[in-house]
């Protein structure tokens, strides 16, 4: 098993906790435990911010637990938004001295993963702590690797769809098979295409990002695969072509269903022989390339419509991907706007450190059409206007949904009400980390009435109740 390394943060003007604590984790007979205390002495905004690069620059820790006293709130809003900006991933415990509920709801909004408060014991705190670092697989470590070198933070979210599609990523880099990657707008392809590149055997070699949609049909043959001097009017000297350019490496083919057909049959040619030749040429070039496509739209669809060739869609989907949209991510919807928070006010060097929960409430019951790209774009905006410490609903500029007009007025409303229905439940079960008792009293509903909605859209409660937070 490997280490499992804790850097502690000690912000407790006592030493009783932090000595508690090491005496726990000292004790508990596992032999694979290293404890870091972190060497902060200033908390000035620029020289903590120089501080945490410094000290994670050296440790590679598995969780932070940080220390503090009552009434310690804004220190820890200073660290939290640095930490999830140098290790997005790594879980956040805090050990603090309180039992009132508004504390514990402040350390929730800042997006800590769990909290204990005194007094500690060996049950309280470590059950929690495996909980929290779980057990680290092979596939984990490579997917962890891939985040650090790249530095693709938008891989943030517990969804269990989401997770099962990370975790095929390192199994499918090995293979140098076809892979197609299905999913809406901003959910990421481009992200998996890239993860799969810098996890395979040709991580050295270049990825060419094609995006297909933006090519003009009558030019498409010509990026992919070149032209030869003289071969049309204009063509005043040889261009290699994408596929050359992608030679022993990796070509990503987003929008592929955009391709004419005539380039459908030739880029089918190049994947069964690993051949093709230049516009103007008739000499065979070949290139060592692996292809990875990608579309928004149902290829399946696309086939039996004749727009898409049945023979090049089996060939590129031997592997599939399939990215939720972020509407059926709401478990996630608080994480990335953490994350993305956390990112955009440091680049910006806003001191904005959290959302209050008004606004974290129109986050959760928003549609997200555009995805996890459209939040992102939300955060930043919001971020960039704001001068308060804490975003609130009126920061949030959001998009409106568009309906489908060929629907009957009765079926689009029916639609939208249901549609709804679930987001709100689902956002009150996300605020109050599942507690179906409390998330009724906000809706001002009682228990049984909530719960036959939360039975009549098949909301998995468990999805919300986060190992991090006590209810109350």
């Not at 804004?74 to 508004?102: C, G, N, S, Y």
């Not at 997200?368 to 930043?380: C, S, T």
């Not at 309906?403 to 109050?432: G, N, P, W």
């Not at 228990?447 to 909605?453: K, L, N, P, S």
């Amino acid at each position: 098993m490997n280490n499992i390394n804790i850097l502690l943060f000690n912000i407790s003007r006592s030493s009783g906790m932090l000595t508690d604590l090491r005496l726990i984790l000292e004790s508990s007979r596992h032999p694979y435990i290293q404890c870091v205390d972190s060497p902060i002495q200033n908390w000035e905004a620029g020289i903590l911010d120089r501080s945490v690069s410094q000290i994670l620059s050296t440790q590679k820790p598995n969780v932070f637990i940080l220390v503090l006293d009552l009434g310690q709130f804004e220190l820890a809003a200073m660290l939290f938004p640095l930490l999830r900006k140098a290790a997005a991933d790594v879980p956040i415990l805090v050990v603090a001295d309180t039992d009132q509920p508004e504390d514990i709801w402040k350390l929730v909004r800042l997006g800590v993963d769990d909290f204990i408060v005194p007094p500690l014991s060996q049950l309280s705190v470590l059950p929690r702590l495996w909980q929290l670092i779980g057990t680290i697989t092979e596939e984990e470590e490579l997917i962890q690797r891939l985040k650090e070198k790249l530095g693709l933070h938008q891989f943030v979210g517990k969804n269990p769809a989401f997770v099962e599609e990370l975790q095929k990523i390192p199994v499918v880099a090995k293979y140098h098979v076809g892979v197609l990657i299905s999913g809406e707008t901003g959910t990421g392809k481009e992200l998996i295409a890239r993860a799969i590149h810098y996890l395979s055997p040709q991580a050295n070699k270049p990825f060419v990002p094609v995006h297909c949609g933006a090519i003009p049909a009558e030019l498409a043959e010509n990026e992919l695969f070149g032209h030869e001097q003289g071969a049309f009017t204009g063509a005043h000297s040889r261009q290699l072509g994408l596929v050359q350019e992608a030679n022993e490496g990796t070509i990503f083919l987003d929008d592929v269903d955009c391709l004419p057909l005539s380039v459908q049959m030739k880029l089918l040619r190049f994947l069964q022989e690993k051949e093709y030749r230049r516009l103007g040429s008739p000499q065979r070039q070949i290139a060592h390339v692996r292809v990875l496509a990608a579309s928004n739209t149902s290829l399946e669809a696309k086939v039996a419509s004749g727009g898409f060739r049945q023979d090049l869609y089996y060939r590129l989907k031997i592997v599939t991907f399939n990215l939720p949209p972020l509407r059926q991510r709401p478990e996630d919807i608080l994480p990335l706007a953490h994350h993305f928070l956390a990112q955009y006010a440091t680049e910006f060097k806003k001191p904005v450190t959290g959302f209050s929960e008004a606004a974290f409430q129109k986050l959760c019951v928003h549609n997200w059409p555009g995805n996890v790209r459209e939040l992102e774009n939300v955060i930043a905006g919001a971020v960039v206007l704001c001068h308060r410490s804490i975003l609130t609903e009126q920061d949030l500029v959001l998009s409106y949904d568009t309906q489908d007009i060929q629907e009957s007025y009765q079926q689009a409303k029916k639609k939208v009400v249901e549609d709804f229905d679930k987001r709100y439940v689902q956002a009150l079960l996300a605020l109050h980390q599942g507690n179906i008792s409390k998330a009724a009293i906000a809706a001002q509903k009682n228990r049984r009435a909530f719960w036959e909605i939360i039975r009549k859209h098949d909301i998995d409660v468990q999805r919300f109740k986060l190992s991090n937070v006590q209810n109350a």
